[in-house]
């Protein structure tokens, strides 16, 4: 009768326990690895969709401007279709941005992606920025009022046009979003 295992009863054991345990790690790495891809997914998304409601919110009730006055929208094209800069002033109305003060939106294309900042022009309030990583081009186009046609420029930045589009292209394999468009100055009556 034996009362011990032999040597290679303990080998095949150990093997057997370290396939095990081995594979085990893996699925463990493997779960922590796609939760971290799809925690940085789900940020991305929520990143964009907040700047897209902001931007559309600003847009939408931005300073209509007048003539010979203070520059409410400035658009750059930029020297590629794809890096176009747009700077205007808003009100925002909504969150974060509030109705009371004046806010200069700036949205532009960089190596490091979309940059979104909005500064105030009269409060104290700090200045929001906001980054989309996967986003590495903007186009801007905007039609004036009464117009019929886009334009990727606008040549009166004392006045903001009644309507903006905004095409921003993805990085990568990323499917590109949707455009965002709005018509400006709502509150103004256009």
Wanted: hydrophobic share 50%; proline share 6%; glycine share 10%.
């Amino acid at each position: 009768m034996r009362r011990a295992f032999t040597l290679v009863e303990v080998m095949v054991a150990l093997v057997v326990t370290s396939l095990v345990a081995s594979v085990a790690w893996t699925a463990v790495q493997a779960g922590l690895d796609t939760g971290d891809r799809l925690r940085g997914v789900r940020e991305d998304v929520e990143a964009e969709a907040t700047a897209r409601a902001l931007v559309t919110a600003a847009l939408r009730h931005a300073l209509p401007g007048g003539r010979g006055g203070e520059a409410v929208f400035d658009l750059d094209p930029g020297a590629r279709p794809d890096r176009a800069r747009l700077q205007f002033l808003t009100r925002g109305i909504e969150e974060p941005l509030g109705a009371s003060a004046i806010w200069r939106l700036t949205i532009e294309a960089a190596e490091a992606g979309l940059l979104l900042e909005a500064v105030s022009m009269e409060e104290a309030a700090p200045a929001i920025r906001i980054r989309l990583d996967g986003i590495e081009g903007l186009s801007v186009a905007v039609m004036g009022a009464g117009a019929t046609a886009w334009s990727d420029s606008w040549p009166t930045p004392d006045l903001a046009p009644a309507r903006v589009a905004l095409r921003l292209v993805a990085r990568g394999s990323r499917d590109t979003p949707p455009p965002i468009s709005a018509r400006v100055g709502m509150e103004a009556g256009r």
